[in-house]
Protein backbone atom coordinates (compact mmCIF):
# COMPACT_ATOMS: atom_id res chain seq x y z
CA UNK A 1 0.00 0.00 0.00
CA UNK A 2 1.56 3.60 -0.65
CA UNK A 3 2.38 5.87 1.92
CA UNK A 4 -0.46 8.30 1.23
CA UNK A 5 -3.03 5.87 1.48
CA UNK A 6 -2.19 3.99 4.37
CA UNK A 7 -1.87 7.21 6.42
CA UNK A 8 -5.86 7.79 4.97
CA UNK A 9 -6.38 4.10 6.28
CA UNK A 10 -5.17 4.50 9.26
CA UNK A 11 -7.01 7.77 10.06
CA UNK A 12 -9.98 6.07 9.17
CA UNK A 13 -8.96 3.22 11.97
CA UNK A 14 -9.39 5.45 14.38
CA UNK A 15 -11.31 8.90 13.66
CA UNK A 16 -10.01 11.70 15.37
CA UNK A 17 -11.27 15.37 15.70
CA UNK A 18 -10.05 17.93 13.09
CA UNK A 19 -10.93 21.76 13.35
CA UNK A 20 -10.88 23.84 10.10
CA UNK A 21 -11.04 27.21 11.23
CA UNK A 22 -10.86 28.68 8.24
CA UNK A 23 -14.34 27.69 7.27
CA UNK A 24 -15.55 29.88 4.68
CA UNK A 25 -12.32 29.18 2.72
CA UNK A 26 -13.54 27.84 -0.76
CA UNK A 27 -10.54 25.12 -0.74
CA UNK A 28 -10.90 24.27 2.79
CA UNK A 29 -14.51 23.50 2.85
CA UNK A 30 -13.98 21.30 -0.34
CA UNK A 31 -11.21 19.56 1.21
CA UNK A 32 -14.09 19.45 4.58
CA UNK A 33 -16.28 18.00 2.32
CA UNK A 34 -13.98 14.88 0.68
CA UNK A 35 -13.12 14.17 4.15
CA UNK A 36 -16.46 13.39 5.63
CA UNK A 37 -17.25 11.90 2.24
CA UNK A 38 -14.20 9.48 2.75
CA UNK A 39 -14.69 9.54 6.25
CA UNK A 40 -11.20 10.22 7.63
CA UNK A 41 -11.65 12.39 10.31
CA UNK A 42 -14.48 14.24 12.24
CA UNK A 43 -14.56 17.62 11.04
CA UNK A 44 -15.50 20.41 13.17
CA UNK A 45 -15.87 23.91 10.98
CA UNK A 46 -15.58 27.17 12.88
CA UNK A 47 -17.96 29.89 11.74
CA UNK A 48 -21.57 30.93 10.73
CA UNK A 49 -23.53 28.48 9.78
CA UNK A 50 -25.67 30.03 7.11
CA UNK A 51 -22.55 31.36 5.62
CA UNK A 52 -20.69 28.01 5.54
CA UNK A 53 -24.16 25.97 4.06
CA UNK A 54 -24.60 29.00 1.37
CA UNK A 55 -20.60 28.50 0.24
CA UNK A 56 -21.47 24.78 0.07
CA UNK A 57 -24.45 24.98 -1.91
CA UNK A 58 -22.00 27.07 -4.07
CA UNK A 59 -19.94 24.96 -4.29
CA UNK A 60 -22.10 22.06 -5.08
CA UNK A 61 -20.64 20.09 -2.16
CA UNK A 62 -23.19 17.37 -0.49
CA UNK A 63 -21.45 16.60 2.89
CA UNK A 64 -20.59 19.49 4.85
CA UNK A 65 -24.08 18.63 6.97
CA UNK A 66 -21.75 15.81 8.68
CA UNK A 67 -19.54 18.35 9.85
CA UNK A 68 -19.96 19.99 13.70
CA UNK A 69 -20.34 23.93 12.83
CA UNK A 70 -19.44 25.88 16.07
CA UNK A 71 -20.30 29.78 15.33
CA UNK A 72 -18.12 31.26 18.49
CA UNK A 73 -20.77 34.47 18.30
CA UNK A 74 -23.63 32.11 19.60
CA UNK A 75 -22.19 28.90 21.04
CA UNK A 76 -23.19 28.14 24.77
CA UNK A 77 -19.24 27.01 24.90
CA UNK A 78 -17.94 30.58 24.32
CA UNK A 79 -17.93 31.64 27.75
CA UNK A 80 -16.61 28.77 29.26
CA UNK A 81 -13.46 28.85 26.86
CA UNK A 82 -13.14 32.67 27.27
CA UNK A 83 -12.75 31.66 31.25
CA UNK A 84 -10.10 28.87 30.19
CA UNK A 85 -8.44 31.45 27.78
CA UNK A 86 -8.09 33.99 30.88
CA UNK A 87 -6.88 31.20 32.97
CA UNK A 88 -3.88 30.00 30.62
CA UNK A 89 -2.99 34.12 30.05
CA UNK A 90 -3.71 35.87 32.89
CA UNK A 91 -0.17 35.97 33.86
CA UNK A 92 0.92 37.39 30.80
CA UNK A 93 -1.85 40.06 30.86
CA UNK A 94 -4.81 38.73 29.26
CA UNK A 95 -7.78 39.89 31.37
CA UNK A 96 -11.51 38.25 31.02
CA UNK A 97 -12.62 40.92 28.68
CA UNK A 98 -9.43 40.47 26.16
CA UNK A 99 -10.56 36.93 26.67
CA UNK A 100 -13.66 37.54 25.95
CA UNK A 101 -12.71 39.26 22.59
CA UNK A 102 -9.94 37.18 21.55
CA UNK A 103 -12.05 33.85 21.70
CA UNK A 104 -14.04 34.76 18.72
CA UNK A 105 -10.78 34.44 16.52
CA UNK A 106 -11.65 31.25 14.67
CA UNK A 107 -8.17 30.12 15.01
CA UNK A 108 -8.11 30.98 18.81
CA UNK A 109 -11.21 29.08 19.40
CA UNK A 110 -10.20 25.72 17.55
CA UNK A 111 -7.30 25.50 19.62
CA UNK A 112 -9.40 25.92 22.92
CA UNK A 113 -11.87 23.58 21.81
CA UNK A 114 -8.65 21.09 21.46
CA UNK A 115 -7.45 22.37 25.02
CA UNK A 116 -10.32 21.67 26.66
CA UNK A 117 -10.44 18.08 25.11
CA UNK A 118 -13.21 18.92 22.77
CA UNK A 119 -11.17 18.05 19.63
CA UNK A 120 -8.20 16.75 18.60
CA UNK A 121 -6.12 18.74 15.99
CA UNK A 122 -6.43 21.59 13.88
CA UNK A 123 -5.64 22.91 10.36
CA UNK A 124 -5.26 26.75 9.56
CA UNK A 125 -2.81 28.79 6.50
CA UNK A 126 -4.72 28.52 3.76
CA UNK A 127 -5.77 32.19 4.80
CA UNK A 128 -3.57 32.68 7.58
CA UNK A 129 0.40 33.59 8.32
CA UNK A 130 2.30 30.62 9.70
CA UNK A 131 2.74 33.14 12.98
CA UNK A 132 -0.90 33.57 13.30
CA UNK A 133 -1.45 29.72 13.27
CA UNK A 134 0.96 28.86 15.95
CA UNK A 135 0.93 31.87 17.83
CA UNK A 136 -2.67 29.93 19.20
CA UNK A 137 -1.12 26.69 19.58
CA UNK A 138 1.80 27.62 21.60
CA UNK A 139 -0.32 29.75 23.65
CA UNK A 140 -3.06 27.50 24.33
CA UNK A 141 -2.09 24.14 23.70
CA UNK A 142 1.30 24.81 24.50
CA UNK A 143 4.76 22.50 23.41
CA UNK A 144 4.94 18.68 24.53
CA UNK A 145 6.12 17.34 27.84
CA UNK A 146 9.90 17.63 27.32
CA UNK A 147 9.98 19.87 24.63
CA UNK A 148 10.12 23.24 24.13
CA UNK A 149 11.20 23.52 20.45
CA UNK A 150 8.72 23.45 17.84
CA UNK A 151 10.20 22.07 14.26
CA UNK A 152 8.96 20.55 10.92
CA UNK A 153 9.16 17.46 9.12
CA UNK A 154 8.78 16.43 5.78
CA UNK A 155 7.77 13.35 4.14
CA UNK A 156 9.99 12.81 0.92
CA UNK A 157 9.02 9.76 -1.27
CA UNK A 158 11.70 9.32 -3.65
CA UNK A 159 12.09 6.64 -6.60
CA UNK A 160 15.34 5.27 -5.06
CA UNK A 161 13.84 2.39 -3.17
CA UNK A 162 16.79 1.40 -2.13
CA UNK A 163 17.02 4.33 0.56
CA UNK A 164 14.81 4.98 3.54
CA UNK A 165 11.60 2.53 4.06
CA UNK A 166 11.34 1.45 0.35
CA UNK A 167 12.57 5.05 -1.14
CA UNK A 168 10.21 6.78 2.01
CA UNK A 169 12.24 9.24 4.75
CA UNK A 170 11.35 11.79 6.74
CA UNK A 171 13.60 14.66 7.35
CA UNK A 172 13.35 17.52 10.00
CA UNK A 173 13.77 20.20 10.63
CA UNK A 174 12.44 21.68 7.68
CA UNK A 175 10.22 25.00 7.78
CA UNK A 176 10.31 26.69 11.87
CA UNK A 177 13.75 27.30 14.03
CA UNK A 178 16.57 28.75 11.62
CA UNK A 179 19.27 27.92 13.81
CA UNK A 180 18.50 25.28 16.87
CA UNK A 181 21.50 25.33 19.48
CA UNK A 182 22.47 21.20 20.02
CA UNK A 183 19.46 21.02 23.07
CA UNK A 184 16.80 22.18 20.53
CA UNK A 185 18.52 19.51 17.64
CA UNK A 186 18.40 16.78 20.17
CA UNK A 187 14.13 17.56 20.48
CA UNK A 188 13.84 18.06 16.57
CA UNK A 189 15.55 14.03 16.56
CA UNK A 190 13.26 13.00 19.14
CA UNK A 191 10.07 14.98 17.36
CA UNK A 192 11.28 14.53 13.49
CA UNK A 193 11.31 10.21 14.83
CA UNK A 194 8.08 10.03 16.60
CA UNK A 195 6.42 11.62 13.21
CA UNK A 196 8.03 8.90 11.39
CA UNK A 197 5.83 6.72 13.60
CA UNK A 198 2.92 8.40 13.53
CA UNK A 199 2.29 9.88 10.32
CA UNK A 200 4.85 7.66 7.67
CA UNK A 201 3.87 4.21 10.11
CA UNK A 202 7.61 3.24 10.36
CA UNK A 203 7.90 0.87 12.96
CA UNK A 204 11.84 1.41 13.31
CA UNK A 205 12.53 4.90 13.24
CA UNK A 206 16.40 4.69 12.70
CA UNK A 207 17.59 8.53 13.20
CA UNK A 208 20.64 9.88 11.23
CA UNK A 209 22.23 13.00 12.69
CA UNK A 210 23.70 14.34 10.05
CA UNK A 211 26.96 16.71 8.94
CA UNK A 212 29.71 17.72 6.68
CA UNK A 213 31.39 15.29 8.78
CA UNK A 214 31.27 11.44 9.66
CA UNK A 215 32.88 10.53 13.19
CA UNK A 216 35.15 12.89 12.99
CA UNK A 217 36.60 13.10 10.09
CA UNK A 218 36.51 16.94 10.49
CA UNK A 219 36.75 19.35 12.91
CA UNK A 220 34.43 22.74 13.21
CA UNK A 221 32.15 23.89 16.27
CA UNK A 222 28.88 23.00 13.78
CA UNK A 223 29.95 19.21 14.04
CA UNK A 224 30.70 19.56 17.69
CA UNK A 225 26.71 21.04 18.03
CA UNK A 226 25.69 17.78 16.26
CA UNK A 227 27.64 15.51 18.14
CA UNK A 228 26.40 16.90 21.50
CA UNK A 229 22.53 16.67 20.03
CA UNK A 230 23.04 13.12 19.62
CA UNK A 231 23.85 12.80 23.27
CA UNK A 232 21.05 14.41 24.52
CA UNK A 233 18.95 12.86 22.43
CA UNK A 234 19.82 9.59 23.67
CA UNK A 235 19.14 11.26 27.17
CA UNK A 236 15.65 12.65 26.17
CA UNK A 237 14.60 9.10 24.80
CA UNK A 238 16.71 6.37 25.09
CA UNK A 239 14.93 4.10 23.12
CA UNK A 240 16.11 6.02 20.30
CA UNK A 241 17.79 4.33 17.65
CA UNK A 242 20.43 7.28 16.74
CA UNK A 243 23.71 8.13 15.62
CA UNK A 244 25.48 10.90 14.58
CA UNK A 245 27.77 12.55 13.28
CA UNK A 246 27.23 11.35 10.02
CA UNK A 247 27.20 12.87 6.60
CA UNK A 248 24.31 11.77 4.35
CA UNK A 249 25.62 9.24 2.05
CA UNK A 250 27.25 7.27 5.27
CA UNK A 251 23.55 7.96 6.56
CA UNK A 252 21.72 6.32 3.41
CA UNK A 253 24.34 3.83 1.36
CA UNK A 254 25.36 0.40 3.01
CA UNK A 255 28.89 0.45 1.23
CA UNK A 256 29.87 4.21 2.18
CA UNK A 257 27.99 3.48 5.95
CA UNK A 258 30.26 0.80 6.71
CA UNK A 259 33.69 2.32 5.64
CA UNK A 260 32.80 5.26 7.28
CA UNK A 261 31.44 4.65 10.13
CA UNK A 262 31.88 0.57 10.92
CA UNK A 263 29.78 -0.50 13.80
CA UNK A 264 27.30 1.83 13.02
CA UNK A 265 23.35 0.88 13.68
CA UNK A 266 22.41 3.65 11.74
CA UNK A 267 24.51 4.21 8.92
CA UNK A 268 23.69 3.13 5.49
CA UNK A 269 20.00 2.38 6.96
CA UNK A 270 18.79 5.63 8.11
CA UNK A 271 15.19 6.47 7.40
CA UNK A 272 15.16 9.67 9.52
CA UNK A 273 17.17 12.52 8.51
CA UNK A 274 17.75 15.68 10.96
CA UNK A 275 19.94 18.15 9.84
CA UNK A 276 21.80 20.95 11.78
CA UNK A 277 19.67 23.94 10.87
CA UNK A 278 16.75 25.59 8.48
CA UNK A 279 18.67 26.48 6.20
CA UNK A 280 19.81 22.95 5.02
CA UNK A 281 16.76 21.40 5.32
CA UNK A 282 14.75 23.63 3.36
CA UNK A 283 17.69 23.71 0.64
CA UNK A 284 17.70 19.60 0.70
CA UNK A 285 14.31 18.73 0.49
CA UNK A 286 13.59 21.11 -2.24
CA UNK A 287 16.46 19.78 -3.96
CA UNK A 288 15.85 16.28 -3.77
CA UNK A 289 11.79 17.58 -4.89
CA UNK A 290 13.18 19.23 -7.91
CA UNK A 291 16.31 17.24 -9.02
CA UNK A 292 15.30 13.82 -7.66
CA UNK A 293 11.66 14.00 -8.78
CA UNK A 294 10.06 13.11 -5.73
CA UNK A 295 6.92 13.65 -3.79
CA UNK A 296 7.55 16.18 -0.68
CA UNK A 297 4.67 16.23 1.80
CA UNK A 298 4.39 18.22 4.47
CA UNK A 299 5.58 20.43 6.10
CA UNK A 300 4.33 18.44 9.54
CA UNK A 301 4.46 20.45 12.50
CA UNK A 302 5.79 18.79 15.58
CA UNK A 303 6.30 19.16 19.08
CA UNK A 304 3.22 20.61 20.04
CA UNK A 305 1.48 19.00 22.47
CA UNK A 306 -1.52 18.26 20.55
CA UNK A 307 -1.39 18.66 16.57
CA UNK A 308 -1.50 21.96 14.68
CA UNK A 309 -0.54 21.76 10.82
CA UNK A 310 -0.17 24.54 9.08
CA UNK A 311 -0.72 24.87 5.24
CA UNK A 312 0.70 27.14 2.63
CA UNK A 313 -1.15 30.00 1.23
CA UNK A 314 -0.64 28.12 -2.43
CA UNK A 315 -2.06 24.68 -1.02
CA UNK A 316 -4.62 22.69 -2.81
CA UNK A 317 -7.55 21.16 -1.63
CA UNK A 318 -5.73 17.76 -1.93
CA UNK A 319 -2.83 19.06 -0.07
CA UNK A 320 -5.66 20.35 2.57
CA UNK A 321 -7.11 16.56 2.55
CA UNK A 322 -4.00 14.84 2.80
CA UNK A 323 -2.88 17.15 6.01
CA UNK A 324 -6.07 15.82 7.43
CA UNK A 325 -5.47 12.05 7.34
CA UNK A 326 -2.00 13.10 8.75
CA UNK A 327 -3.37 15.41 11.37
CA UNK A 328 -5.34 12.47 12.61
CA UNK A 329 -2.74 10.16 12.19
CA UNK A 330 -0.59 12.43 15.18
CA UNK A 331 -3.34 12.68 16.90
CA UNK A 332 -4.34 9.55 17.52
CA UNK A 333 -0.83 9.10 19.05
CA UNK A 334 -1.44 11.44 21.85
CA UNK A 335 -1.66 10.79 25.20
CA UNK A 336 -5.46 12.33 26.08
CA UNK A 337 -5.57 11.51 29.77
Not at 11 to 36: F, G, H, M, Y
Not at 63 to 86: H, M, R, V
Not at 95 to 104: F, G, H, M, S
Amino acid sequence: MALIESIIARAKSNKQRIVLPESLEERTLTAADKSLADDIADIILIGNPDEIFALADKLGLKNIGKATIIDPATSEKTEEYAQLLFQLRQKKGMTIEKARQQVLDPLYFGCLIIKNGDADGQISGALSTTGDTLRPALQIIKCAPGISCVSGAMLLITKAQQYGEEGVLVIGDVAVTPMPDANQLAQIAVCTAQTAKSVAGFDDPRVAMLSFSTKGSAKHEVVDKVVEATRLAKELDPSLNIDGELQADAALVPSVGQKKAPGSDIAGKANVLVVPCLEVGNISYKLVERLGNAEAIGPILQGIASPVNDLSRGCSVDDIYKMVAITACQAQKVDKK
